[in-house]
Each structure stands twice: as structure tokens, then as C-alpha cells.
């Protein structure tokens, strides 16, 4: 449960930044890996990157958000679809 309470928080925080500093074009870096991490949530150092969005997550309402962190039983949702591992997205 505190993994999806990490995960909304974070994902609160990208949406205030983005109106905040919405200038257009993100660039992709590829964080570097803590191999030495105890926990998989400690691989990358968040701090050391600007965090955006998950497009799958633009939808949903901050409050239904955090109302889904709290549930024990997390709710179907749906979503748009994406391609995926198609020659499209390469």
C-alpha cells in the first residue's frame, strides 16, 4: 500500500510541475540504475530527474487518485489503447 501511496504522490507532484513549467517538449534521459539497491523502488534516484506524468494516469481526477491509493480492492479501470511492440512505435 505505501508503494501506491508513493506512486500518487509522485504522480501530484508531476502534474503541479507541469503547469508550473510547461514549456513545451520533454527529452527522454535514461536514469542511471543503483544496482547496489536493497529495494526496487530505490533503483533510481527520482531526485536527480524531472518526473512526468504516466500518459495512462492524465485522465484520472486527483481526487479518484487518491481514492484509489486508500482502497484495498483497486478498481477496473480503462484505458485509451497504445501501440505496442508494433513497427509503428519503433
Not at 510541475?17 to 514549456?23: A, I, L, R
Request: proline share 6%; hydrophobic share 40%.
Amino acid at each position: 500500500k505505501h508503494i501506491r501511496e508513493l506512486a500518487v504522490r509522485r504522480i501530484l507532484v508531476a502534474r503541479d510541475e507541469k503547469t508550473k513549467n510547461w514549456g513545451g517538449l520533454h527529452f527522454f534521459k535514461l536514469p542511471k540504475l543503483n544496482f547496489e539497491a536493497a529495494d526496487y523502488i530505490d533503483l533510481i534516484d527520482w531526485s536527480n530527474y524531472v518526473v512526468t506524468e504516466p500518459p495512462l494516469t492524465m485522465h484520472i481526477k486527483d481526487k479518484d487518485l487518491k481514492e484509489m491509493c486508500k482502497e484495498e480492492q483497486f478498481p477496473a479501470l480503462t484505458f485509451e489503447e497504445f501501440p505496442c511492440h508494433t513497427q509503428s512505435v519503433e
